[in-house]
């Protein structure tokens, strides 16, 4: 019998390492199979894409937003692994019958490393973990001096459009537009994902560069020329969501990724 206490605070007791492990969350799903878990894998979402031989081998149990609850307790798990902001509060509760449910709470990279950390205690995997914490702080560290010279610059960064909405506090977006030296001109609007009106971008803040996310909405070059027409001198930049939003071992790509963006921006 051994006891874990999740990252929002709940207690979790188990009689032994949990072998059976439903995954709601792709970041998630990716740094268990990155941490030797593919096996113990059970389910994962219908997002879940990396590793992408994941998706044919295992039982897809609905979205991140829209989980089947039946197909979840076919599986007969003993774990599932949940997010407090890619999962509902609905979904977690619906799912506490079946089985304990770990939810997670990343919202800077300190609690990624904490996260990856509890999977390792969790899974008896404490080995892998350790090697993953320490190739993310070696690789967090390499950037923070890659990037101590670089300019600091205003930015905007939209996840969304009809509503337009943009990344803002309190978020691993904003954290990851923090190491990067993009002040964040939504970061002071009150919630974390505020609606935002493009031809008031200028007055709002106005930005130097205008990011489009590649995830969850589908941003095309019609959008930039749009946003473009209202920002004027703002630089709009089409960028790859991953990079900004999943936490986990994503993060090891993440920071040589942001290294070339930084190229492609230039010091202007």
Not at 21 to 46: D, H
Not at 68 to 85: Q, T
Not at 225 to 230: A, D, L, V
């Amino acid at each position: 019998m051994f006891e874990l206490t999740d990252q929002i605070g709940q207690v979790h007791q188990f009689a032994s390492t949990p072998k059976r492990i439903i995954s709601l969350v792709p970041s998630q799903t990716e740094t268990l199979f990155e941490l030797g878990l593919e096996e113990q894998l059970m389910g994962i979402t219908k997002f879940c894409v990396h590793p992408y031989h994941l998706r044919p081998t295992k039982i897809k149990i609905g979205g991140t937003k829209n989980v089947h609850v039946e197909k979840i307790k076919a599986l007969n798990p003993d774990i599932i692994i949940a997010n407090k902001e890619e999962n509902t509060l609905e979904i977690v509760e619906s799912l506490q019958g079946i089985c304990p449910v770990w939810v997670t709470d990343v919202r800077s990279f300190d609690d990624a490393l904490r996260m990856i950390k509890d999977f390792g205690e969790l899974f008896n995997k404490r080995t892998d973990a350790d090697k993953w914490v320490q190739k993310l702080q070696y690789a967090y560290k390499d950037f923070i001096r890659f990037v101590a010279n670089r300019p600091e610059r205003k930015a905007a960064y939209l996840i969304w459009r009809e509503p337009y909405m943009a990344a803002g506090k309190d978020t691993f977006i904003d954290e990851m537009l923090t190491l990067n030296k993009f002040q964040n001109i939504y970061a002071n609007r009150p919630g974390r994902y505020p609606e935002v009106e493009i031809r008031k971008m200028r007055i709002q803040g106005d930005p130097d560069i205008v990011f489009l996310s590649s995830e969850p909405y589908p941003f095309k070059e019609e959008h930039a020329f749009e946003i473009g027409r209202s920002t004027h001198h703002a630089k709009t930049v089409f960028v790859d969501g991953e990079m900004f939003s999943w936490h986990g071992v994503r993060l090891f790509k993440a920071f040589e990724y942001f290294k070339i963006l930084h190229d492609r921006l230039g010091d202007e």
